[in-house]
């Protein structure tokens, strides 16, 4: 029994994270149409920018800050630079530009900082907490909370500002949305600035528990990027469920079935799920428009 | 219509050189300078960067320079292969230094071997000595000698039934395979064997089930990178009070700071006389190359030295003494290659060479310590 | 004279092919070209699923280890010899396409792209961790072709580097004509159709989900020989061959290069392969210059490089 909690426990970590990372595929999708594969390199240059200003002397909170608006500004630029410029291009172009992005962000990473792994310490120290039998770290509990607060401020963002519901406007039909005069470009830049601050946060929240180095972005977005088509993409509720189904799932493989195989099982679900519904869990149903 | 792509090709042949004139040694290194064994190849690079300078600057090898022509294969065998290649048809390198991985080394000796150029590797794997190849060379213990370290012990300490937490890379994988070779010998028995793969934030379930099973007297975890780390942080976060080892791929400072001083004490693991270099004594052979090593490379990188950068040092040492005994700054390989199976008493940061015909990898088992961590530091057990 | 675009796309490969070795200053660049001859089987399927198809993947690199390990474990287990082992790579490639094709290619863009990712990443996950059979990460040693050994009983004495860059290019330039005739054929024709509109082709009685099928099943079999030649020259095979970045360098390749002509991703694969090699130098900026390449090639010639150019070409002389 203690086991099982300590293993939700595990997975409810990992699945936060995740769960953030579905997030930002899911407000970049939703603005633009576009699968960002740079999601990943959000979250290391979150953890990593972090690292460094905690290393050259900043208060924790501050470098925290000062991470989140870097990687923010970074978003729009990616999107100014990279994204916009390729408007309309067919899905294979848009991967093979967003990869693009991602291996030359590890690259400017590796050079800038360094290829060293990196932490810092956990923000309410490093002493297991008990509960029921299972341990649990106090960081851990940062990052369910940065979660679960990253969505209650989105979901309020969406459905009580006048932005937010520019946003979904632009989602569901961007052509009409311009038509009614919202700014279609602000809302690309402004979603890509979003994203990348919510893989900042991710990324800081998370390093004390996982470390961070320039190379793990890769494997990072991968993940995300399963856990926001297994949620159904563009559907925030969907990333959230996604990933937390995901990061929970491995940990119960991890326990109860084969340490080896459990990425498999995340795979083999998404294929499965996928199969029977095409959307995902909770995407939208699309219609071919002839 | 062919014109864009001859233009091309023209542009990539120029780009790429012609082999220049031979007027220094040239020695070929191909490292995993980035990619997942980036943690080992970087300082590889890094020494070999260093010391060939250093070399040059002390007047060459026979009063002529060396020169190192350096590759980055990011751990991929193929790209290893590629580059080997490019080394000796292209570079006409006289030997080769690296391979970080087993995979990329095995790549690296079968050029090496069907072009007769002296290789050394830097890579733990048994097989890439094991049967001997008569070009490859190699400085780090095997995976299977740092199984019996650990493994001797354990016997010493009483243990007999132990868990294994490895990483899926080639590096806890191989050694997976080669302690599981060996635990009849100690009568240790692995009683709980998990795995992780080397992106992994969490192996809480893995060390849960580890401290489920019935009877598990010790905990070895061999591995590289993030991974031991977490590993250690979660084992301290289960509160896991048995012995545990780990394995000389975290061999270096870098391992305390990931896990925690306070997490990573009392654990254990084979190491080199590299990471104890202030506690040797006065008469220790190895006590002046590791100092003058470790001295250079904290100068210059500003970090501190690890274990694999040692491997560099070494296997360019090896080297250097063979070029050098050889006499001639243009050395015929398969003369080279006799020089260095000549090797006899050579003193490295990783242990003293000597190979022989049906040997090389020239090192036994007592040129491993079996290091503790104690408040922050290694140091030697008695 | 009047050639037909096919046999003038095959002339300038035949041309190129046994001409580039007149400019080698070194033996090592037989290996360079014979990398890309490999690599230009790979995306010349990629042109049929991409370019004619209008499919996605993002897990072919699967096929590719599928290929590979199929000649490494094939003649040790099962006692085919290795020849062989390469026809049964690719109808064990075939097979699975076929199985895993018929549900997956009901999905459209990044849905496919998640489940052929998801794909190859199980089959990259089994070579990986089934070491018993495929000697784990790595790697595992693969038998002798014996080709050179004929050379030499037949009294030429050829080298490794020579011999792979002649196979390599011989079985690029079988593909290349079986794609290209494949395009002129109903099945290309049909597949073109539903590239441009799924529901259009479907109303003029095109068998949509057989058509795709086709394209994917035989995608993966250019994929699987292109495995089997890799492990067959470097006699070592490593799980890479099956990775996610070998999944996306195909694709790449094929799309910078120009998805929509066999040439085009053959030229792709070209620029890809060589760069890492003309990138030593500033081999520090390698990511960030592949990146930035990646990036601005899809920006301003979205059709890839080869038509672009061609197309700039032909404007100067119209001119």
């Keep these: ?290 | 219509m062919s014109t864009p792509k001859s233009l091309a090709l023209a542009a990539i042949l120029l780009a790429m050189g012609s082999p220049a004139a031979l007027a220094q040694i040239r020695i070929g290194a191909t490292l995993a300078e980035t990619g997942p064994a980036g943690a080992l190849g970087d300082p590889e690079a890094k020494t070999l960067r260093l010391l060939v300078e250093q070399i040059n600057a002390a007047g060459g090898v026979l009063g002529e320079p060396l020169e190192l022509v350096l590759y980055d294969d990011g751990g991929d065998p193929n790209n290893a292969r590629t580059y080997a290649t490019r080394l000796v048809e292209h570079d006409e390198v006289v030997a080769i230094i690296g391979g970080t991985t087993t995979g990329t080394s095995l790549a690296i000796r079968s050029v090496a071997e069907d072009e007769e150029i002296p290789f050394i590797s830097l890579a733990g794997g048994i097989e890439i000595i094991d049967p001997v190849h008569p070009f490859t060379f190699k400085t780090p213990h095997t995976d299977r000698m740092a199984c019996e370290k650990l493994f001797e012990d354990m016997q010493a300490q009483g243990i007999t039934r132990i868990g294994m937490i490895s990483g899926t890379d080639g590096f806890g994988a191989s050694m997976r395979n080669q302690c599981l070779d060996v635990t009849a010998g100690y009568g240790i028995e692995i009683a709980a064997d998990e795995r992780y793969a080397p992106g992994d934030a969490d192996m809480v379930p893995q060390l849960t089930n580890i401290r489920n099973t019935e009877g598990v007297q010790a905990v070895l975890n061999p591995g590289f990178g993030a991974g031991p780390a977490i590993v250690t942080r979660n084992y301290r976060q289960l509160g896991i009070e048995l012995p545990f080892y780990q394995s000389h791929g975290v061999a270096g400072q870098a391992y305390i700071d990931l896990s925690g001083a306070e997490n990573a004490e009392g654990v254990r693991l084979p190491g080199t006389a590299l990471l104890i270099a202030d506690q040797l004594t006065e008469d220790d052979a190895q006590r002046a190359v590791v100092t003058a090593y470790r001295d250079a490379y904290v100068g210059r990188y500003n970090e501190p030295v690890s274990t694999f950068g040692g491997y560099a040092h070494d296997a360019l040492a090896i080297l250097v003494d063979a070029i050098t005994r050889n006499g001639e700054a243009d050395p015929d390989p398969v003369d080279l290659r006799d020089a260095i199976e000549a090797t006899a008493g050579l003193v490295g940061t990783t242990g003293t060479y000597s190979f022989a015909a049906d040997d090389h990898l020239g090192l036994d088992l007592t040129a491993f310590r079996l290091l503790q961590i104690q408040g922050g530091t290694w140091s030697e057990t008695p | ?319």
């Design chain 3, 1 to 319: 004279m009047q050639l037909k675009p096919k046999y003038l796309s095959l002339l300038i490969l035949v041309l190129l092919v046994a001409a580039a070795p007149l400019f080698f200053p070194s033996g090592f660049y037989y290996r360079v070209g014979a990398l890309i001859f490999i690599n230009g089987i790979a995306v010349t399927g990629m042109v049929i699923l991409i370019g004619y198809a209008g499919q996605i993947s993002l897990g072919h690199a699967g096929f590719a280890g599928i290929g590979a390990y199929s000649c490494a474990l094939a003649p040790v287990y099962l006692n085919i010899p290795p020849v062989a082992a390469i026809a049964f790579g690719a109808a064990l490639s075939a097979a699975l396409a076929w199985v895993v094709g018929r549900p997956i290619l009901k999905l459209h863009g990044y849905y496919l792209g998640v489940a052929t990712l998801g794909l190859g990443i199980l089959i990259s996950m089994v070579l990986l961790n089934e070491a018993q059979w495929t000697g784990g990460p790595d790697g595992i040693a693969v038998p002798d072709l014996g080709l050179r050994g004929l050379l030499r009983d037949m009294g030429l004495r050829v080298g490794a580097g020579e011999l792979w860059y002649w196979v390599a290019a011989l079985v690029m330039i079988l593909g290349a004509w079986l794609a290209l005739n494949l395009f002129d054929s109903p099945t290309g024709r049909a597949l073109r159709a539903l590239h441009g509109s799924e529901v259009a082709a479907r109303t003029i009685g095109i068998d949509v989900p057989r058509h795709k099928l086709h394209a994917f099943v035989v995608s993966a079999v250019y994929a699987s020989v292109s495995g089997s030649l890799l492990a067959q020259m470097n006699r070592l095979i490593t799980p890479d061959v099956a990775g996610f970045m070998h999944s996306v360098q195909m694709v790449t390749m094929a799309v910078l290069g120009g998805v929509s002509s066999v040439l085009g991703a053959i030229f792709g694969a070209t620029i890809l392969t060589a760069l890492p090699q003309l990138l030593t130098v500033f081999h520090q900026y390698e990511h960030m210059v592949l990146g930035l390449v990646m990036i601005l090639v899809m920006i301003f010639l979205p059709d890839g490089l080869l038509p672009s150019i061609l197309k700039r070409l032909k404007g100067r002389n119209e001119e």
């Design chain 1, 1 to 290: 029994m203690s086991d099982l909690l300590q293993f939700l426990l595990s997975g409810l970590t990992v699945g936060a994270v995740y769960a953030l990372l579905a997030l930002g595929f899911t407000i970049i999708f939703n603005a633009s149409g576009v699968v960002n594969f740079a999601q990943g390199e959000f979250v290391m240059l979150g953890g990593m920018a972090t690292a460094f200003g905690i290393a050259a002397g900043l208060p924790v909170p501050l470098a925290a800050l000062l991470a989140i608006l870097g990687t923010a500004a970074l978003g729009v630029a990616l999107n100014a630079l990279a994204i916009a410029p390729a408007r309309g291009a067919p899905v294979v172009s848009l991967i093979i530009i967003t990869i693009g992005a991602a291996i030359f962000l590890q690259g400017a990473a590796g050079l800038l900082f360094d290829k060293q792994i990196h932490r810092y310490p956990g923000f309410s120290g490093e002493a297991a907490l008990r509960i029921l039998g299972a341990t649990i770290l106090p960081q851990s509990l940062w990052v369910i909370a940065g979660a679960t607060l990253t969505f209650a401020l989105l979901w309020l963002f969406f459905s009580r500002t006048l932005t937010g519901k520019a946003v979904l406007a632009t989602a569901n039909n961007p052509l009409a949305a311009s038509l009614v005069g919202i700014n279609t470009r602000a809302i690309m830049a402004l979603s890509f600035g979003l994203s990348a601050a919510i893989g900042a946060v991710a990324g800081l929240l998370v390093t004390p528990i996982t470390m961070t180095a320039y190379n793990t972005g890769v494997a990072l977005a991968l993940s995300g990027f399963a856990a926001a088509m297994l949620g159904g993409l563009g559907s925030p509720l969907g990333a959230l469920v996604g990933g937390l189904l995901l990061g929970v799932l491995e940990a119960l493989t991890a326990g109860y079935v084969s340490s080896q195989y459990k990425d498999a099982v995340s795979f083999i679900l998404i294929i499965l799920v996928l199969t029977f519904l095409p959307q995902g869990l909770l995407g939208r149903k699309s219609t071919d428009r002839v």
